[in-house]
């Protein structure tokens, strides 16, 4: 069984770059095949794909957060990592990670999520 876990800080100020961490455990995220993605969720609006990393290493982002979103990932401790720069209170969301065979999903494993707030 797939386990994934978000972690990182839950209060960011405006202007500042929110980065969270997803240690994944059950499975390699080298593995074939799987793609590793962030997805968000703001209050009152539909769940958010922002980006993925590949088994291989490969990135791909929503083009409408290109510009302010990096993933990256850390094969020795089997974690992937968002950042997403000059955050606004328009970035508080809950933020998952999750694993799926397509880019974009339907994604088969996602974490509980870790809600992050932007606020000075």
């Known amino acids: 069984q797939v386990q994934l876990q978000e972690s990182g800080p839950g209060l960011v100020k405006p202007s500042q770059t929110l980065s969270l961490t997803c240690t994944v455990s059950?499975?390699?995220?080298?593995?074939?095949?799987?793609?590793w993605s962030w997805i968000r969720q703001s209050p009152g609006r539909e769940l958010e794909w922002m980006g993925a990393?590949?088994?291989?290493?490969?990135?791909y982002y929503s083009p409408s957060l290109r510009s302010r979103t990096s993933i990256s990932r850390d094969t020795s401790k089997n974690q992937f990592t968002l950042q997403l720069s000059s955050v606004t209170p328009e970035d508080t969301a809950v933020y998952y990670c999750?694993?799926?065979?397509?880019?974009?999903?339907?994604?088969?494993?996602r974490g509980q999520g870790t809600q992050v707030t932007v606020s000075s």
């Open positions: 059950g499975g390699s995220i080298t593995t074939s095949s799987y793609f």
């Open positions: 990393i590949s088994f291989s290493g490969g990135t």
């Open positions: 999750a694993r799926s065979s397509r880019v974009r999903g339907p994604h088969d494993y």
